[in-house]
């Protein structure tokens, strides 16, 4: 398997149209987070959402998760397809 090392930053609303991408091309059939879904989320003062850049596609994958007083919860991840299986969820 590559492996692939992409910086990480925080997601900004001009990285909506790109996370709501993944979001369907990696859940087809599902129920799937919209950009409502996203805010609502991220407006608890505890919740963030951190991304991975590929330079060249844009966003290679994203996360979501609340920091709780003693553990994380996960509450959303996906990796673009294109992306997948190169370590960029890791």
């Known amino acids: ?14 990285d909506m149209p790109e996370v709501l991408l993944i979001e369907r091309l990696c859940w087809p059939g599902h129920v799937v987070w919209d950009e409502d879904d996203f805010i609502r989320v991220l407006r608890q003062g505890n919740c963030i959402a951190m991304l991975a850049e590929d330079g060249h596609e844009g966003v290679a994958g994203y996360m979501v998760y609340a920091l709780e007083k003693a553990h994380i919860t996960l509450l959303n991840l996906a990796v673009h397809p294109f992306c997948q299986r190169r370590g960029v969820g890791r």
């Open 1 to 14: 398997m590559m492996t692939i090392k992409l910086p990480i930053r925080w997601l900004i609303r001009a």
